[in-house]
């Protein structure tokens, strides 16, 4: 029989646990917190998009790795997995997968159910902080001096995201002891800082539009949905799908912008002839029916107009420069909210150093990994869990081989 521990009891650390515990190992969590599942139940506003029916290998960074896991456990096995533990899927739009119960909690307690009936070990506020192989197996070392030994070893700890669930970043310097390499790490799903003097005046403004990312004058990725302006900068689901390649970017010390289309139903043509429509109104009052109030004294002061002078009182160009501003308004991107509130982390453990099919590594014999440990990351909405569930039951399934 296999002694297996798993570093990390999150979604893909437990999953792992239970498909090591059924192929037949003895199997121990290793957990820092003083319950299993945290991070999971901070996911979906607390109702836990646990995963996505449509997520496909090309939604995440390496898609070519992620392709060799998914043919082994794809979405439809995470949904016959917890259906099997009793949670009934609550399929909405974009494929996004709730529990019907609309509850994290039912997640969390139905694997830690499945854990406690197996009988698998769970040491708890024990944090690894080195690992080293010998001839035998693994040699872990906790932050009390005290040491675990076993002969298959997962790693599973996350990866820097929501430090408050206790993701340190740990698993990457126990990644290091064992020979491999970190990529770049920075946080991705998150929200955008930005500069701009209207951040006060936009502040709580909320709007679907489409979001298009700009480097080098050149725009590298669209988005639309909801998008909500802070005080800080901006949020909403098209902000967080844009992050990645922004935080990236900034990483480098590139500079990034972000335009909005403040009128996205009608193009700048068709705002210009709108606004002709309107030319006996003051500029105030035509802005009003196309855009939120909040929004109107921005694009004026961005327009330099007076708010009661009447359309037709306008030059043509400056006509256009407002049908412009509506069509395309640019915010320079300044950074993130970082870790603390960031969904997943980019980068990690280098897959080129991990075996696709096995999710064992190419340097220790023995060692697996899961999750978000490796360098691997997806989009918003429930494609990063169900890389959690894959990838921890392929690592599971396998460190008992």
């Given at each position: 029989?296999?002694k ?7 979604a ?16 121990t969590?290793?957990?820092?917190n003083i ?16 995963t ?17 896991v998914f ?6 096995d ?20 709730y529990?019907?119960s609309?509850?994290a ?5 139905v ?18 902080l ?14 009390k ?7 298959r070893l ?25 020979g491999?390499?970190?990529t ?5 799903l998150v ?5 701009s003097p209207?951040?006060k ?5 909320k709007?679907?539009?489409?979001v ?6 050149t ?6 949905g ?5 005080k ?13 390649k922004?935080?990236a970017?900034l ?23 709108r606004?002709l429509?309107l030319?006996?109104?003051p ?12 929004i ?12 009661d002078?009447r359309?037709?009182?306008?030059k ?19 950074g ?20 696709p ?7 220790a014999k ?19 869990l ?9 690592a ?5 081989k």
């Amino acid at each position: 029989m296999k002694k297996v521990i798993i570093i990390g009891g999150g979604a893909s650390g437990l999953i792992a646990a239970i498909a090591a515990k059924r192929h037949g190992a003895d199997v121990t969590i290793i957990e820092r917190n003083i319950k299993l599942g945290k991070k999971i139940l901070a996911t979906g506003n607390g109702r836990c998009n646990f995963t996505n029916v449509d997520a496909e290998p090309i939604h995440y960074n390496n898609p070519t790795f992620v392709k060799s896991v998914f043919e082994q456990f794809s979405p439809q096995d995470t949904l016959l997995f917890f259906k099997s533990l009793g949670i009934t899927p609550k399929i909405e739009d974009l494929g996004k997968t709730y529990p019907l119960s609309e509850q994290a909690s039912s997640i969390t307690d139905v694997l830690i159910y499945e854990v406690k009936r197996l009988g698998i070990e769970v040491v708890y506020e024990t944090v690894i902080l080195s690992a080293h192989k010998d001839s035998k197996g693994f040699v872990l070392y906790d932050q009390k001096g005290e040491s675990f030994y076993c002969d298959r070893l997962i790693i599973s700890t996350g990866g820097l995201a929501l430090p408050q669930s206790g993701s340190d970043g740990t698993g990457y310097q126990i990644a290091k002891d064992l020979g491999h390499e970190i990529t770049k790490l920075f946080p991705a799903l998150v929200k955008l800082k930005l500069d701009s003097p209207y951040l006060k005046q936009l502040d709580g403004v909320k709007f679907p539009g489409f979001v298009t990312l700009i480097h080098n004058q050149t725009p590298i990725q669209t988005e639309f949905g909801d998008i909500l302006f802070t005080k800080y900068g901006i949020s909403g689901p098209t902000i967080l799908q844009l992050s990645r390649k922004a935080n990236a970017l900034l990483s480098n010390h590139e500079s990034v912008f972000i335009d909005v289309k403040l009128v996205s139903e009608l193009s700048v043509d068709q705002i210009y002839d709108r606004l002709l429509e309107l030319k006996n109104l003051p500029v105030e009052l035509a802005l009003l029916g196309l855009i939120n109030r909040k929004i109107v004294a921005v694009v004026l002061k961005e327009a330099h107009l007076m708010a009661d002078v009447r359309i037709d009182q306008l030059k043509p160009n400056q006509i256009k420069l407002l049908a412009n501003i509506l069509s395309s308004m640019k915010f320079k991107v300044t950074g993130s909210k970082g870790y603390e509130e960031a969904q997943v982390t980019a980068g990690g453990v280098n897959c080129d150093e991990i075996n696709p099919v096995t999710l064992e590594s190419l340097k220790a014999k023995g060692l697996y990994f899961s999750g978000e440990v490796m360098d691997i990351d997806g989009l918003c909405g429930g494609y990063n869990l169900q890389w959690a569930w894959s990838s921890g039951y392929i690592a599971g399934l396998y460190a008992t081989k």
